[in-house]
């Protein structure tokens, strides 16, 4: 089986190949391995610079001085220790073995040097990654056979062998992938949310409880946290329902004779106009109008204040957009679009005031804004019930499980229901991302736009805070 292993066809001409390798510690018998040698691999370590530095002074002039007419082909062997992980390589290697170090890996340029100067083949093997082994055999023996055809110049086998050939660059093996740990959140983080519904900044919903009770929320978390904000911020305001805003002193409630009678006093005063009122209600009263009719009347309320007339971003003037809820849930009275002073800016924007029921009391209530941000609840909530009747009229009936495991003593496996909420979330604000719903904010790139949300971004990145909560031009702006 050696013997067979050791025929080869090189350039249409067959060989046997014989080794004979020179024992470097027998320098007595190492000149009986130069006899009637036909060609010399010259061998070195890549990763010992002391093995290139002895070619040059020991071993090629011992080969010259032994076989002077013998080709010599050099040899850099343990290619695959210039790419491996030298720490690992020196754990693997006995305990009393010399470390390698990386700087005493030898470039290919270095081998090279070296071949150049002494006139020979320079190529590199390694046994461990499979690769030069069989180009230095195949090189070696064209260089035997080319020493012997200038010598048998008449045998015709020998004219179409070639001269050694150039190797191919290694191709480093793929590095393994780097072990990335993500560290956990900073505490804070986790409670960014909640504190959002303390430090109201970005905040683009009002809820109203008992008519005097404002708390500042965000549509995002509202609408990711339960299917019923969701469905209510996509609710289609357009039809103006005045019976959900006569009688609640959100804002303008008119007929469209008295919409009429505005735009024309307007056109009479000019568009930049003060209206010295905060409300208007409509007087439909027989006495003063004549038999038959109906003359519609605005009458100011008794705020002295002097306020601006409604205006949007754009600059345009239009009455605010509004719906009656009461039949649509019990949660909610009403839902309006209006300009608002932002509670951080003092600036006028475009907010949605939502009424709640009047059965909601504020402290249950903002636990469950707590839920809704957290997914948490707390076991020393007082108002247990209460924070169930609430959960029950804005159908989350997770925050209404949780109360009833509390109740019963079976708090621990609120955790479930907190992961649960999560992951849910999760896919929701993916969702919301995708397709830019309750977008507030977009960010412009060279191939393009993203679409996202201002509380997302601030709850979870300390710089993104910084940017939109901090004295900086894109903290009013919606586009950055």
């Known amino acids: 089986q050696v013997l067979e292993r050791s025929r080869d066809v090189v350039d249409d001409v067959s060989v ?13 018998d190492r000149r009986f391995a130069y006899g009637r040698s036909d060609v010399v691999v010259l061998c070195f370590s890549i990763a010992n610079p002391n093995s290139l530095h002895h ?55 270095k081998g090279r040097e070296v071949a150049k100067e002494l006139g020979i083949p320079y190529y590199e093997t390694s046994v461990v990654a499979q690769f030069g082994v069989k180009d230095v055999f195949d090189n070696a023996i064209r260089a035997a056979l080319i020493s012997r055809r200038h010598l048998q110049f008449w045998k015709s086998h020998l004219r179409n062998v070639q001269r050694p050939l150039l190797q191919a660059p290694f191709l480093p093996p793929k590095p393994p992938p780097p072990i990335i740990i993500v560290p956990d959140p ?10 959002l519904l303390e430090d109201p900044l970005c905040a683009d919903v009002i809820l109203v409880l008992q008519e005097k009770i404002k708390i500042y929320a965000h549509k995002i978390y509202l609408s990711t946290s339960s ?35 505005l735009h024309q006093e307007e056109r009479h005063h000019g568009r ?27 009458r100011a309320s008794t705020s002295d204040g ?3 007339g409604n205006r949007y971003e754009n600059g345009e003037r239009g009455l605010r957009r509004g719906r009656n809820l009461s039949s649509w849930s019990r949660a909610f009275a009403s839902i309006q679009e209006e300009m608002a002073e932002d509670p ?33 609840l707390d076991e020393n909530e007082r108002d247990l019930m209460h924070i169930a009747h609430i959960a029950e ?5 997770d925050l209404r499980m949780m109360v009833a495991n509390i109740l019963n003593n079976e708090a621990f496996m609120n955790q479930e229901i907190t992961k649960a909420f999560h992951v849910r979330r999760t896919n929701r604000v993916k969702e919301c991302l995708a397709k830019g719903t309750f977008s507030d904010v977009t960010f412009v790139l060279d191939d393009g736009a993203i679409s996202a949300h201002k509380p997302l971004l601030i709850s979870s990145c300390d710089w993104m805070a910084a940017m939109f909560g901090g004295p900086f031009v894109e903290s009013s702006t919606n586009e950055v």
């Open 306 to 308: 002097i306020l601006r």
């Open 16 to 28: 046997s190949l014989r080794l004979w390798d020179t024992f470097g510690d027998h320098h007595k």
């Open 393 to 397: 009229l804005l159908e989350v009936f």
């Open 186 to 195: 900073p505490s804070n983080n986790e409670e960014r949310p909640a504190h």
């Open 272 to 298: 930049d106009f003060l209206l010295r009122a905060a409300s208007f209600d409509i007087c439909e009263s027989a006495e003063e109008a004549g038999p038959g009719q109906r003359k519609p009347c605005l």
């Open 55 to 109: 070619v040059k002074t020991m071993w090629y002039p011992e080969i010259k001085h032994f076989c002077p007419r013998a080709p010599v082909i050099l040899v850099g062997c343990q290619l695959d220790l210039r790419y491996a992980d030298l720490e690992a390589v020196n754990r693997a290697r006995r305990p009393l073995a010399r470390p390698i170090k990386p700087n005493e890996i030898l470039p290919p340029e």
């Open 344 to 376: 951080l800016t003092y600036k006028s924007k475009l907010m949605v005031v939502v009424k709640m029921d009047a059965s909601i009391q504020p402290g249950p209530f903002r636990a469950v804004l707590k839920y809704l941000y957290t997914g948490e």
């Open 227 to 261: 299917s019923k904000f969701y469905d209510l911020f996509l609710m289609d305001l357009s039809e103006e329902d005045q019976q959900s805003t006569a009688g609640h002193g959100f804002g303008v409630a008119v007929t469209a004779a008295a919409e009429r009678m």
